[in-house]
């Protein structure tokens, strides 16, 4: 079995034939030879019992009458009989009574017939005994000796026949054997002779050659379409292969040139990659860090902060972020960014040295601190600085008054006196000096007021724009007493504003209106409002003396006047403090005139929601 | 009604001092009027004490304070006057050259019965002192 096992396709298929083969033509000529011997047998046996049963029929009146002579006679027509070499008779004693014998051959008669009559084949004869019977009565037997020679030479050419034809069936099955096995194996040798060089050479690209169609061109087709998935799935490795090494490459070059220090530190503490910048940043040659242990390396790192986020990294795989302040051996001090990641091979740690910026920034909080305590300082010194101006505000405001008081007081006094003795002359200077004193008093009010609403803090509370129109109307009442003035007033909306500076801006407008409009007959005062989608546009319009437009740079500056004081008595403060006032609620004042056509005084008030 | 009625004037200034003892003149009662210097000595008068220890008991009718004095201001005496049970009838009148509201509003607070801005024209000094109607009422009947 090993060795069939072991022997090619070619010799298997030679040997199935063969052996099928030499198997069939034996079974066949053992079966025919078989069926031949049994057949020859029986009837050699028939032939022998029919001249048994005929001798003893001849023989019965003989033996009857002991007639041996008679039955001798009956025996020797045996003669003709070619393969019958000898008789006997026997009476019914059991006696032989007769024999005879063919030519001479040497016949041992058995002494006594045998009791159970059968025949029996011996080495080259066959024997047997045939009653004989006279009525139902059994008077002797005759005993046959029948000569095999012929049927033994006839069954030894059988198996030479047989065995010259199985001879030449072998040679024959022989050939078609090979022939078969050729034909069938030729193409599983050449694939496998293929496989073989395949797997020798490496060389995918060897296809096997396909010469049937049949199962095993099947066989063929499959292989080369394995072949060249083989080939493909190789080439993909490769080229996957390639690219692997391409990007592996790539990130450790990104890795090996990044600015910021990159390490791997394995499961067991050790170090297994460092990028230039971390050897740098550790502080030691690389030669000391790779493969040891970073406790080794830094001897107490384990208390610190950093190892406790490492070590959670490293067990519960939990990326963290922090800002570390790492103390060297030596008790030197660096900042670092460091972002500690889970990787495979442990944990990845990128570092970014923040040194030099952390001492910016506490250079920067320190310049900080001293900026806020500068500010703090100055805020003070302005503070005391205002609160001192304050205070010479309202001294001026009492100190200059009174001197003015004084003059104004004993000016009356002194008139009062002299009154009867007063020329007109001296009267009229008398006079001046008191216009002088209330001008100035009037110029100190009206500095007070514009630096007191320089300084003052508004309050936003709903006003009624008619309401305080009205109120200053009726405070001015004295001015324009005896003089023909119509008022055109809208209605006018409730802003949010400071009412107290709202009226002094209103008291101003209206009061230049009616100072300006004082040399009309017929005066003209409008004062509406009109509103946009976030502002109040409020106007003050009269038909008075108006003014160019080329001064109007100066309307709204301090103490800037475009008419003679005796034209227009003022002090050139009152539109410089309208203009204070309203830039402080977050709108914006603005004229336009004509001279004689009068002036039109607009000022915006920003809408504000309650909300 | 032959005793002298006092009225109590603190003017730092000897200025307005004099020109508000012409505008009382005009009236006649500047035989009754006490004038101080600062507000201490309005206090020591109104007390009794220093140099005033010695005055008779009556209170004057009628107080004119200076807001702005030297030692104590007029805010201050007119606060002490006005807690003090024997001191708080006698009505006060701040006067002065200041139009602070917030002086306006601490004086009403304090309880002054007027309040009165040094005008500069002394015609209208005058005249703001004739308005002062409580000063007439007072002049003839001090609460008792």
């Known amino acids: 079995m090993k060795f069939y096992n072991k022997s090619s396709i070619r010799v298997k298929i030679k040997l199935i034939i063969l052996s099928v083969c030499f198997m069939a033509i034996l079974l066949v000529f053992a079966g025919f030879y078989i069926y031949e011997m049994i057949n020859s047998r029986q009837m050699l046996l028939n032939d022998l019992s029919t001249k048994g049963g005929i001798i003893a029929k001849n023989v019965d009146a003989a033996l009857a009458f002991s007639d041996s002579s008679d039955a001798a006679e009956v025996l020797l027509s045996l003669e003709t009989q070619p393969n019958i070499r000898g008789a006997a008779i026997y009476d019914a004693e059991g006696n032989i009574f007769v024999t005879y014998r063919k030519e001479n051959h040497k016949i041992e008669f058995p002494a006594k017939p045998n009791e159970s009559e059968e025949y029996i084949f011996s080495e080259n004869v066959l024997t047997g005994f045939e009653p004989v019977y006279l009525g139902n009565e059994k008077i002797g037997s005759v005993y046959l000796v029948l000569d095999l020679s012929e049927q033994i030479a006839r069954s030894e050419s059988y198996i030479k026949i047989g065995l010259l034809v199985m001879f030449g069936t072998l040679i024959i099955s022989f050939i078609v054997a090979t022939l078969v096995a050729k034909n069938i194996s030729a193409p599983i040798v050449s694939l496998a002779g293929t496989a073989e060089k395949i797997a020798k050479l490496q060389d995918y690209s060897i296809r096997a050659e396909k010469k049937t169609s049949d199962e095993t061109g099947l066989l063929v087709d499959s292989f080369n379409d394995m072949l060249n998935k083989i080939m493909e799935r190789d080439r993909n490795i490769r080229e996957t292969n390639i690219n692997l090494q391409n990007a592996e490459k790539r990130y450790r070059t990104t890795l ?166 007063l020329d007109q002359k001296n009267e009229r200077y008398l006079n001046l000096i008191k216009e002088a004193a209330v001008e100035m008093g009037n110029l100190i009010d009206d500095l007070l007021t514009f630096s007191r609403t320089a300084k003052a803090q508004i309050t936003l509370r709903p006003v009624n724009l008619n309401y305080i129109v009205y109120e200053e109307i009726e405070k001015l009442k004295p001015d324009f007493e005896g003089r023909k003035i119509t008022w055109e007033i809208s209605k006018l909306p409730e802003v949010k504003g400071d009412p107290h500076l709202l009226g002094i801006v209103m008291c101003n407008l209206i009061s230049n209106a009616v100072k300006f409009t004082a040399k009309k007959e017929e005066a003209v005062i409008t004062i509406n409002c009109q509103d946009n989608d976030d502002k109040h546009l409020i106007c003050v319009k009269d038909n008075g003396a108006g003014f160019e437009m080329e001064y109007y740079d100066k309307l709204f500056g301090v103490f800037q006047r475009l008419h003679n004081t005796s034209d227009f008595p003022g002090t050139g403060i009152g539109l410089a403090t309208v203009k204070k006032i309203i830039s402080k609620h977050g709108g914006e004042v603005w004229a336009q005139s004509k001279p004689g056509e009068g002036a039109s005084f607009f000022f915006s008030l920003p809408k504000i929601n309650d909300n | 009604m032959n005793e002298l009625k006092k009225i109590l004037v603190a003017e730092d200034d000897p200025k307005d001092a004099e020109l508000m003892l012409i505008a009382l003149e005009e009236f006649k009662v500047a035989n009754n009027i006490v004038l101080v210097k600062d507000g201490a000595e309005a206090l020591d008068y109104l007390h009794k004490r220093g140099k005033y220890s010695e005055r008779e008991n009556k209170n004057p009718i009628v107080a004119f304070l200076d807001l702005k004095m030297p030692k104590v201001d007029g805010i201050t005496v007119a606060r002490e006057v006005k807690s003090d049970p024997k001191l708080k009838t006698i009505p006060i009148v701040i006067v002065t050259s200041s139009r602070e509201e917030k002086d306006l509003v601490e004086s009403y607070n304090i309880g002054v019965n007027a309040y009165v801005v040094k005008p500069v024209e002394f015609e209208k000094f005058i005249e703001t002192v004739k308005q002062l109607g409580i000063f007439w009422a007072l002049i003839n009947e001090p609460p008792v």
């Not at chain 1, 080794?296 to 384990?302: A, M």
């Not at chain 1, 320190?366 to 600085?385: M, S």
């Open chain 1, 256 to 421: 090996d040139n990044m600015l910021e220090g990159a390490q791997i530190i394995g499961f067991d503490w050790t170090y297994l990659y460092l990028n230039e910048v971390a050897v740098k940043q550790s502080r030691f040659p690389r030669e000391k860090l790779i493969g040891a242990k970073i406790t080794d390396v830094y001897p107490g790192i384990e208390d610190t902060e950093l190892f406790k986020y490492m070590k959670l990294c490293m067990e519960e795989r939990k990326p963290h972020y922090m800002e570390n302040e790492f103390i060297y051996p030596d008790g030197s001090v660096s900042w670092y960014n460091l972002n500690i990641e889970p990787v495979p091979e442990g944990i990845f740690i990128l570092s970014a040295d923040i040194t030099e910026e952390k001492m910016l920034q506490q250079e920067l909080k320190k310049y900080h601190e001293q900026l806020e305590e500068l500010v703090k300082q100055r805020t003070e010194q302005l503070q005391e600085a205002n609160s001192e101006l304050e205070s010479f505000t309202y001294t001026v405001s009492h100190d200059l008054r009174a001197p003015v008081r004084h003059i104004s007081g004993f000016l009356d006094i002194l008139r009062k006196n002299i009154s009867k003795d």
